[in-house]
């Protein structure tokens, strides 16, 4: 099976843009994660769907993100109107259900400048 | 204290050696264990997951949990210079919930 899929793999914003990350999951796995990465430290978990459902959300999370899995295939990430410290890698996560073993996407780098 | 602690590193062994990798958690709830692998600019990479007290095997890799301690271990036997990575530490919260803490990582490099 194809692995998990995530566009842009890099983004460069200025301050205060809206961008919008997608991921694509493999193909039967129904859960998906979202996670932002940066250097020097381990993902950071940001929220979780199990099918269209967003069943959990990180309190880290201001009201700027938000994510979306609307039919519960691909999903998307929103951030609005960046700041600096969201420059990150964001990575995406998919796995089955039943099981906790993640596989992760590319990531896309976010540059906010 | 973080919910999953890792020694940073760098931990350097030499080609062939044996790489002890080492992780505590603190939810003593937990009920999922697993090791990545993220080479510099890369993704993580599932090693091995590890749901039971005892070892687990796959090649050269030996996962090991003792839950009473909250400890996890990752020995990776036969070091080559492709291991040389930076291993991370993730512990799934437990029952009814999804949520997977990922330690900071521990940075390994196996001289040639």
């Known amino acids: 099976d194809t692995g998990v899929s995530q566009n842009p793999r890099h983004k460069i914003t200025k301050r205060g843009q809206n961008v919008t990350f997608r991921c694509d999951p493999i193909?039967?796995?129904?859960?998906l994660y979202w996670y932002r990465q940066t250097l020097g430290q381990g993902p950071e978990f940001l929220t979780y769907?199990?099918?269209?459902?967003?069943?959990?959300k990180s309190r880290l999370l201001s009201d700027r993100f938000s994510a979306e899995r609307p039919k519960g295939s691909f999903s998307t990430l929103e951030i609005q109107r960046t700041e600096q410290g969201d420059s990150a890698m964001y990575l995406c996560?998919?796995?089955?259900?039943?099981?906790?073993?993640?596989?992760f996407g590319p990531g896309t780098r976010l540059t906010v400048t | 204290q973080k919910e999953v602690e890792q020694n940073s590193g760098p931990l350097s062994v030499p080609e062939g050696a044996i790489a002890s990798l080492n992780c505590t958690y603190s939810?003593?709830?937990?009920?999922?264990f697993f090791w990545y692998r993220q080479y510099s600019g890369k993704s993580p990479e599932l090693i091995m997951s590890?749901?039971?007290?005892g070892d687990k095997e796959d090649g050269r890799f030996t996962a090991q949990l003792n839950k009473a301690s909250q400890y996890v271990s990752l020995l990776i036997r036969d070091s080559q210079p492709s291991d040389s990575a930076t291993y991370l530490c993730?512990?799934?919260?437990?029952?009814?919930?999804?949520?997977?803490?990922f330690g900071a990582g521990t940075r390994l490099f196996v001289k040639a």
């Open positions: 193909s039967e796995h129904n859960r």
């Open positions: 993730a512990v799934n919260k437990g029952t009814g919930g999804f949520k997977t803490i």
């Open positions: 939810d003593r709830g937990s009920q999922s």
């Open positions: 590890i749901y039971s007290n």
């Open positions: 769907f199990q099918n269209e459902a967003q069943l959990e």
């Open positions: 996560a998919s796995s089955r259900q039943a099981l906790y073993e993640q596989y």
